[in-house]
């Protein structure tokens, strides 16, 4: 049992920066690799970043050289900064967790930038 809460979310102008967290409690020992996808209007779910237990991170093709994925292990807190955003950057943005059989995911937190 894994539970994410994400938090960060907001209205943004085009060209700024923001930081979303994800506070993770419950099972953490069951936690392969943890990251974020997001789901814009009318499209499908898109892989923003994860990192593995490893410390190997992974980025979707849209977040290359705009986003950093981290993470501090003692507070089990993973964090996306989100830096030069685009208006397509508009969606919600959940935190998901892999463990050995299922996926947790967090409620989400809408990301929407102004141009």
């Known amino acids: 049992q894994v539970r994410l809460a994400e938090s960060g979310g907001g209205l943004v102008q085009a060209g700024g920066s923001l930081r979303l967290s994800c506070v993770a409690s419950?099972?953490?020992?069951?936690?392969?690799?943890i990251g974020w996808e997001r789901q814009a209007p009318g499209k499908q779910l898109e892989l923003v970043a994860s990192?593995?237990?490893?410390?190997?991170?992974k980025y979707g093709d849209s977040a290359k050289g705009r986003f950093t994925i981290s993470r501090d292990n003692l507070a089990n807190t993973l964090y996306l900064e989100m830096n030069s955003v685009k208006p397509e950057d508009t969606a919600v943005y959940y935190c998901?967790?892999?463990?050995?059989?299922?996926?947790?995911w967090g409620q989400g937190t809408q990301v929407t930038v102004s141009s």
């Open positions: 998901t967790a892999r463990g050995r059989v299922v996926r947790y």
């Open positions: 990192i593995t237990s490893r410390g190997s991170i």
């Open positions: 419950g099972s953490i020992s069951e936690i392969n690799d």
